[in-house]
């Protein structure tokens, strides 16, 4: 679990911000044969998350620069009890954004 907090997220892919709230852009690796032969237009094109503020701010946060331990504490001072359990949350974040490659975690 220490091994865990003490990992830099750095983002995988592109995203947006309008207004403090963060799209995320990402393709999907794989297609399924429908979406090859009936939606080769759309499948090309990236597909869209639109994060919370909360999520926005994570996400901003995952450039290499500070581990997880250090964006759960900038994540409480910044909404305070509105993000708790923080540890919990970032951590859900984070692994979740990891499962589907939108972000990679890296040690240093």
């Not at 919990?88 to 490659?101: A, G, Y």
């Amino acid at each position: 679990m220490k091994e865990f907090l003490n990992a830099y997220p750095i983002r995988a892919c592109e995203f947006v911000e309008e207004n403090g709230v963060v799209t995320v852009l990402y393709k999907k690796e794989k297609l399924t044969i429908v979406e090859k032969l009936f939606f080769k237009k759309s499948a090309s094109k990236p597909h869209k998350i639109d994060l919370d503020d909360v999520g926005s701010f994570i996400w901003k946060l995952c450039d290499g620069k500070k581990n997880i331990e250090q964006i759960i504490e900038n994540t409480k001072e910044e909404f305070g009890d509105r993000v708790e359990p923080a540890k919990e949350r970032v951590e859900l974040f984070i692994n979740q954004m990891n499962k589907t490659k939108l972000i990679n975690l890296y040690k240093k």
